[in-house]
DNA sequence: CGGTGGGTTGAGGTATTTCAAGGCTCGTGG
DNA sequence: CCACGAGCCTTGAAATACCTCAACCCACCG
């Protein structure tokens, strides 16, 4: 079934044994690339390092025991990710795109915060953020339709990613799907039907490159 | 509008509150009573105090302009809400009962939090409980059925309010419904469908009092 | 008593999912 | 160079989970 492509079950990367290497480097943070679809770590395994996103995509989820998948978030150029209080992660994150990573020891991290007002008080932001993104994005899965999930969806994205006029997303359907509680086809759907009424634009023939047309109006479905 | 709290800037704090992991910051908290169904502050507006349930329950939402609700979580006894990093609120609080919360002055604790790195990460601790709450009910409205978020729900409150092993729910189905992302009759035919299967009953008339049967059918369901 | 605020239940409607088919692009190998 | 399959996307048709509308019941309360 879903084996392969989003790393589902089977794929049980050695982020570990990979970091093992960079262990050399405790304090400088160092970068690291990962390949499109692998994973960077797992749900409940050891947050030992955080991460910012230098280049590519990654995407954060839990999975339900039958495989049904809720995208947290995206996590794009310049993002902060895999920051986590207690001991464990609290999703899974893997490479949307191939990758690269800057990463930090977490340890190193919570010791100068506990000397560090304003560190800690960078942490606080940083979380702070988080939830405020998860709060916004529980409204949308508990009470939006589908037309203004994607409204919302696409808005984000414009807000974060667009170059010159264009938004290159770097997921699928079935990650814009997970992220927004949908299926894929309602998110093609969606897409197809602003596209119909002149709302956005379609360039290149990946479909993943999108123009925004009408911002007032596609703000006008996002409530 | 409440404006009785005798807590002025210049007044020095000294008694220590039983705020818990607050203790730290010294600061006097005031006791203030909501009757049942009376806003405790609204979304966007100035974010001065931090509430501390001490007993009733209170609820926080989010409105669409067309008036769809989404409850973002439930306050119940011993619980500290409105603690915004912002200046403004994020949420609409009202009070589900009549409601007598501790309140506190968010500009001290922000004064103390920034000279204290305790405070801090207590604030830090604080934000990432709720983070971690909105985490996992993103998963819930964004991929599960109906009866699992009734179920889901339900082991919530079992966790959180159970007396002699009954649970005291204190908002109506219709704050169940918003909460879960669904709708009062939809909730109304879980709770229904529960009762029907042996796993769950109702004490009383108000159908507001539950009893859980069969803990392990019903946590079979919350996937 | 009559009204109001919950709660339940049924019947019908609908938004979204599910199932299925087909198209396009791209990489790989004959 | 073309054939081929895989991955991704779109579109249609059918199924369904949930919503909407409506009726009714019950407890509470002035």
Redesign the pocket.
């Given at each position: 079934m879903f084996v392969?492509?989003n790393g589902h079950p089977g794929s049980r990367p050695k982020a570990l044994g990979e970091l093992g290497e960079l262990s050399r480097a405790r304090i400088v943070p160092s970068e690291f690339r990962y390949n499109k679809g692998t994973e960077i770590y797992g749900e409940a395994e050891p947050a030992d390092y955080i991460y910012q996103v230098v280049d590519g995509a990654a995407r954060s989820y839990k999975l339900l025991s039958d495989g049904r998948r809720q995208i947290g978030a995206f996590h794009l150029v310049g993002d902060i990710f895999g920051l986590e209080n207690g001991l464990v992660h609290r999703f899974t994150a893997e490479a949307i795109v191939d990758t690269t990573v800057r990463l930090m020891k977490r340890c190193s991290l919570e010791h100068v915060a506990e000397s560090d007002v304003f560190v800690a008080l960078d942490l606080l932001n940083m979380t702070t953020s988080n939830l405020q993104h998860a709060e916004d994005h529980m409204l949308l899965l508990g009470r939006k339709?589908?037309?203004e999930r994607v409204a919302a969806f696409l808005l984000e994205m414009d807000r974060r990613l667009t170059a010159a006029g264009v938004i290159a997303l770097p997921m699928?359907?079935?990650d814009i799907a997970d992220y927004l509680?949908?299926?894929?086809?309602?998110v093609?759907?969606a897409?197809?039907y602003l596209h119909g009424k002149g709302i956005l634009g379609f360039l290149g023939?990946?479909?993943?490159q999108i123009v925004l047309l009408d911002r007032v109006r596609l703000a006008e479905l996002d409530l």
């Open positions: 392969n492509v339709t589908s037309l699928c359907r079935r509680g949908l299926t894929l086809e309602t093609s759907r897409l197809s023939q990946t479909q993943r």
